[in-house]
């Protein structure tokens, strides 16, 4: 497999190269895809025309990179066997409810130095693009977080495929801003758990509502202004909604990298052992103040 940091390492290159290169071949297919395309994914959730197709063109695009040994999606049952190197879970459009309501959605990247199901501690890299009103990429390894622009390269013809988008670094440097600002928790508050909603009316007291209903855009408002972002625990689903491998894992590697913490509750989200591809985990990343506290608080329930 790779060199275990991720850093500089030419595979993990490949692949954000490739998701940055589909990227505008996903936008532009949108407008025609907002409706249902009759089949539920593997989690039992309506999956629309827009993700199947994105989970298409990033299959062909990753499992054809030498170095990586299986892509596996929020789309699909099982891997696709690639041959040899890493495993690439991929949520290829994150938010894709977002669709009908045109508002931002992502593609989610985990790259693991392992055959999964795996700890996310396993991660060598990990990201999600941003289909916003600008294209961007967060990208984090060893080395750091970087956010980049992704544009379409002007030469590009629709054959190009993956090598049809620059990518800009604008931030080499991504820390969590030391001073939070902003919060967004997923689900109904009346399924909420009374620890977790009382912690929840003190956060609301002291940062701004910052909610759009996609992880990866409520996620990277947390990224920019800093906060805590949560789709947790719920009354009569204790794992909550997000999975562990596509959503959790990736976005706490992000978050973690960048100097914040992520918790299921009791501890990092990188710690736990899944049993299943597609396990479910309550999810809670930000500064790590806000996490200690939350922590406290589903403590003391
Ligand atoms: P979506 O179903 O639109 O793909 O796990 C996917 C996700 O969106 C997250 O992006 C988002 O945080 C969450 O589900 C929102 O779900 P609900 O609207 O069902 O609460």
């Known amino acids: 497999m790779g060199d275990a940091t991720g850093a500089n390492d030419p595979v993990v290159e490949a692949v954000f190269d490739a998701v940055a290169g589909i990227a505008p071949e996903i936008r532009d297919a949108l407008p025609g895809r907002r409706v249902e395309s009759g089949t539920e994914n593997p989690s039992g959730e309506t ?3 827009g993700d199947m197709y994105a989970d298409e063109l990033l299959a062909d695009a990753l ?3 030498d170095g990586v040994g299986a892509f596996v999606s929020e789309e699909r049952p099982e891997a696709t066997d690639a041959g040899e190197g890493y495993s690439v879970a991929i949520d290829p459009l994150d938010g894709s409810s977002n669709l009908r ?4 959605m992502g593609t989610v990247i985990g790259v693991y130095d392992a055959p999964l199901p795996a700890p996310g501690r396993d991660l060598v890299a990990a990201g999600y693009t941003l289909y916003g ?3 961007t990429m967060v990208v984090a390894d060893e080395s750091g ?3 980049e622009v992704v544009e379409r390269d002007p030469n590009a013809t629709g054959e190009d495929g993956p090598e049809g988008a620059s990518r800009s670094v604008v931030d080499e440097d991504l820390t969590l801003p030391d001073e939070p600002t902003v919060y967004g928790f997923g689900g ?6 009374d620890a977790f909603l009382e912690y929840a009316r003190e956060v609301e007291s002291e940062l701004k509502l910052r909610y759009g209903g996609s992880m990866v855009g409520d996620v990277n408002q947390v990224v920019t202004y800093g906060g805590v972002f949560a789709y947790p625990t719920l009354v009569d689903d204790p794992e909550g909604k997000l999975r562990l491998s596509f959503e959790g894992n990736p976005i706490a590697y992000v978050i973690e990298r960048m100097g914040g913490a992520s918790s299921d509750g009791s501890g990092s989200i990188l710690d736990i052992e899944p049993d299943g591809l597609h396990d479910r985990v309550p999810l809670y990343v930000g500064n790590e103040a806000l996490i200690d506290r939350l922590e406290a608080a589903l403590d003391d329930e």
């Open 63 to 65: 499992t054809a990179i």
């Open 188 to 193: 109904r508050i009346p399924d909420w758990p």
């Open 133 to 135: 009103p600008i294209t």
């Open 47 to 49: 999956v629309l025309a």
């Open 145 to 147: 977080v970087r956010e």
């Open 101 to 104: 309501s045109n508002n931002t």
